[in-house]
């Protein structure tokens, strides 16, 4: 893949006398990049000189403007030439931030090119940003001034160099369509796609199309510790494999069955499959969930859909092996004291389910909780009490009565799920919680959690 070059690879080459002469001359035209340092060539006995330029501003009238200066100033004809080189960093930027070096670098910018530097501009600087790889995703908040319009690609080929980076794109809100697609908008560069690593797993996707959750990284961590070895998982919602890759990578699962809809993540999925040599141990399947979804196979069904997955339930049931399997349901819950769920259940046909109960259920906190509830006949019974808290610090009142919120959502799908089960496959089944993850939280009231359901029929 070519890229353009960055401004800090360009330098104007001078004989070493008169180096000095030249680089006060390039600094008092903001013409310097600080950031790299002057390589002196003995072969030649010349020096070259960083400049922060690139071939859309330093062109061959600049370049003769600087000689006539030099040629004035010397009394004596200059020679000057411009030269791509990969000059070592200078000290200086070693200590400085990427955001003070952006801000520097786009101020020179300004200048040179004959703007304004105001504090309406400084504060249209970004705050943050997202590195992915070579590629850089600003928010699309920042840098919307008419004068960044104005500069052209000289600003995105400064951003790249203050940042490090090859390409550019700027995110906005996710899209509210049927794929929930990213809103993100590649400025500089040929194409979206990148790479990342977690936990010795390769994901590659394009930014602009797909999406990448980094939140999900502890739920990740915890099913690589599952043994699948014998186990038939049915991944729901697959992605670009988020969960499919860790269950078949190091829960190493005899096969996974991986749902997915949207044709870009589909792409990115069967990409991920080879790049992690596993494809033969993955079959995806193309389409809604609902109707392209495996019945009667499943040791394991994955429902990794949030802010709720609760579409996916009758799906995921009918999914399951006749004489039962594990369900893990991802779901995001308000914990907000005096609010409901944040995403109240739909409703679903089944005689087990209390509406009421279930629309008031809330999530309990942040900390990793364990219990095991049988849901038989519509009724509850704790096997350790109401669960056991994994936190050092003791359980305050408010917490406890998250908890209780929290507990009282897994009691109502726990209800939901075996009302589903028993109306498909026509008998008898138990429910019994197994174990609830906080993977991560959305300031300050939304948890995503997710809840293990053992399901097991007569």
Request: net charge neutral; charged share 20%; proline share 4%.
């Amino acid at each position: 893949m070519q890229h353009k070059m960055a401004m800090g690879d360009y330098c104007i080459i001078i004989k070493s006398p008169l180096a000095s002469k030249l680089k006060k001359l390039l600094q008092s035209n903001n013409l310097l990049d600080p950031s790299r340092r002057l390589q002196y060539d003995a072969n030649s006995n010349s020096v070259a000189l960083p400049v922060v330029a690139t071939p859309n501003t330093m062109d061959q009238s600049l370049l003769t403007r600087l000689e006539q200066e030099m040629t004035h100033m010397l009394g004596q004809q200059i020679d000057l030439k411009l030269q791509n080189i990969a000059l070592p960093q200078s000290k200086k930027i070693n200590i400085m931030t990427p955001k003070q070096s952006l801000k520097i670098g786009l101020k020179n910018l300004v200048s040179r090119l004959g703007g304004l530097w105001t504090v309406e501009v400084e504060d249209d600087l970004p705050s943050h940003w997202e590195k992915h790889g070579d590629l850089v995703v600003l928010p699309d908040s920042s840098l919307c001034l008419p004068i960044w319009t104005a500069l052209g690609s000289d600003v995105w080929i400064e951003v790249c160099r203050s940042l490090s980076c090859k390409r550019i794109a700027k995110k906005s809100h996710v899209l509210a369509d049927e794929f929930r697609r990213p809103s993100v908008t590649l400025l500089y560069g040929e194409d979206g796609w990148v790479e990342h690593i977690d936990n010795k797993i390769r994901y590659s996707y394009d930014v602009t199309k797909c999406m990448f959750s980094a939140g999900n990284i502890t739920e990740k961590l915890r099913i690589a510790k599952f043994d699948c070895s014998q186990e038939v998982v049915v991944d729901l919602y697959a992605g670009i494999g988020y969960f499919t890759l860790p269950y078949l990578v190091h829960a190493q699962a005899k096969h996974v069955h991986a749902c997915e809809w949207n044709p870009d993540a589909i792409l990115a999925l069967k990409h991920n499959l080879h790049l992690n040599n596993v494809v033969e141990r993955c079959t995806v399947h193309e389409g809604d969930n609902k109707q392209v979804c495996p019945r009667g196979i499943a040791d394991r069904v994955n429902l990794g859909l949030i802010p709720s997955s609760e579409e996916g339930w009758p799906v995921a049931c009918a999914a399951l092996k006749p004489c039962g399997g594990t369900l893990h349901i991802h779901h995001n819950i308000n914990s907000k004291p005096c609010g409901g769920t944040l995403h109240n259940h739909h409703n679903i046909n089944t005689s087990s389910v209390c509406q009421t109960e279930l629309d008031s259920a809330e999530h309990v906190g942040s900390s990793t909780i364990f219990t095991e509830i049988s849901a038989i006949g519509g009724k509850e019974t704790s096997k350790d009490g109401l669960g056991q808290v994994l936190d050092d610090e003791p359980l305050q009142s408010k917490s406890a009565d998250r908890y209780q919120r929290w507990i009282k959502w897994a009691q109502g799908t726990s209800r939901i799920v075996k009302g589903l089960l028993e109306t498909i496959h026509c008998k008898p089944w138990e429910v019994t919680i197994l174990h609830i993850e906080h993977v991560k939280s959305y300031a300050p009231y939304i948890d995503h959690v997710v809840l293990d359901l053992r399901c097991t029929s007569f």
